[in-house]
């Protein structure tokens, strides 16, 4: 059966790329084609399945700790096809997601980690970021919705919330995802062609689009001054929907594993309770 040639945290890794080299339709460290990739998932589903399991009960034991996804691309990337196929494969009860739109007038009135520090995942459990905090240096440094001098610092600021993050025990998976223009729009022309895919579609995707460049310097930036060693971005090519599942399932079950989750010792003596059990006589 095909499989990946190398760790997929190996073939992702942002350091040193240039986004005008990556290729949006390839399939870093997967030599298969789609049917073998589709039949693999399946496969690696039941794997983080299991080990986000481990993660829960750990957590519900006492264990303070989490993995936190960060989902980071352009419109149409396929954020929420991940969310629905890759998280979907888990028990949604060890599930935390947050999605970060436009911020409220609530929002607004604090500092932008605010909302982002207030949604990070509980003890045990798989938390997931639909856009995050990266939107504060994407978004807003492309639309100039506040100035240089103040979106600047914030690369460092994120660095160092990270690291307070890491320390305190979430192993952090940060995706950025990519799809070409052209993919791009053949994703949006079917939102308009399928009544299923309506509420999908935002007029403003397609003004966004005259801002491709702009957003490719930012996301550059992003990767340039935000991939740390505690905290590094994975670059996902994203045209080929399979790829993108297969590859953050990889990621997600790679960082499961260091986290070395065996499942938590019983809190009671067990030949005592089976005894118990035994003598019940209902
Ligand atoms: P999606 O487009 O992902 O389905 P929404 O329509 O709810 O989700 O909102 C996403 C929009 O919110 C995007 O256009 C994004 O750029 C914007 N957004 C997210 N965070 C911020 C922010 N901090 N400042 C301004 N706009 C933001």
């Known amino acids: ?37 589709q039949r693999l998932l399946t496969e690696r589903a039941a794997v983080l399945s299991d080990l986000q399991e481990r993660l829960y009960a750990n957590g519900r034991s006492g264990d303070h700790r989490s993995v936190l996804l960060v989902l980071q691309g352009m419109d149409t990337a396929g954020k929420g096809g ?30 932008y980690l605010w909302r982002i520090r207030n949604a990070l995942p509980r003890a045990g459990q798989l938390g997931v970021f639909d856009r995050s905090h990266y939107e504060d240096v994407l978004v807003v440094r492309v639309h100039d919705l506040v100035p240089r001098s103040e979106w600047e610092p ?93 590859a953050v399932t990889e990621l997600l079950i790679e960082a499961l594993r260091q986290l070395k989750l065996e499942w938590p010792p019983a809190a009671f003596d067990v030949a005592e309770q089976q005894r118990r059990l035994d003598a019940d006589g209902a």
């Open 154 to 246: 914030r690369y460092d600021e994120i660095n160092a919330f990270e690291q307070e993050v890491v320390e305190q025990g979430t192993t952090l998976v940060k995706v950025a995802m990519f799809v070409s223009l052209d993919e791009q729009k053949r994703r949006l022309r079917e939102r308009l062609v399928r009544p299923d895919k309506y509420w999908k579609f935002n007029p403003s995707d397609i003004d966004e689009r005259a801002y491709w460049p702009a957003y490719q310097e930012a996301y550059q930036a992003m990767l340039d001054r935000t991939s740390t060693e505690y905290a590094p971005w994975y670059v996902l090519p994203t045209d080929k929907k399979w790829y993108s599942r297969l």
């Open 82 to 111: 991940i969310v629905r196929h890759v998280i979907g494969s888990v028990d949604p009860q060890g599930v935390d997601h947050a999605a970060f739109g436009v911020p409220t007038p609530e929002e607004r009135q604090h500092h």
């Open 1 to 37: 059966m095909a499989t990946w040639t190398m760790p997929a945290t190996e073939a992702l890794r942002a350091d040193g790329l240039r986004l005008e080299d990556l290729n949006t339709s390839g399939t870093p460290g997967f030599a298969g084609d789609k049917k073998a990739g």
